[in-house]
């Protein structure tokens, strides 16, 4: 609904929607969450957006180990808020996407150490 008001209220703006981080074994154990369920969210969330013309940024995968979680050491918390080396992946992400808004291989110049 969101999606919508914001096209109908302002015609023309290019709505992008974050898709959200996964989080620790910890987190899911003391909620009794299944982590492919919470990893699954995303995939809903990037058919709605679809469905009501949005894009749909995630970079979770960078985010996780083999089995889907967070790994600890990009958790400031041991749940879900991130380290600073997690916020780096995080950054590092978010301005690869917006320069390749205007420069279609920015990955390749901003991944560069």
Not at 7 to 31: D, M, N, W, Y
Not at 36 to 43: G, L, M, P, T
Not at 44 to 50: T, Y
Not at 82 to 91: M, V
Request: aromatic share 8%; charged share 20%.
């Amino acid at each position: 609904k969101l999606i919508d008001v914001i096209h109908e209220k302002c015609p023309g703006t290019e709505v992008v929607i974050q898709g959200i981080l996964p989080v620790t074994a910890q987190f899911c154990r003391s909620r009794g969450i299944k982590i492919e369920r919470w990893n699954s969210f995303n995939e809903i969330l990037s058919g709605i957006c679809a469905e009501h013309g949005a894009g749909f940024l995630t970079f979770a995968d960078q985010l996780m180990d083999e089995t889907g979680y967070l790994p600890p050491a990009l958790s400031s918390d041991g749940e879900f808020h991130l380290s600073n080396e997690g916020l780096d992946i995080w950054i590092r992400s978010l301005r690869i996407y917006a320069a390749q808004q205007t420069i279609p291989d920015a990955e390749l110049i901003l991944s560069e150490p």
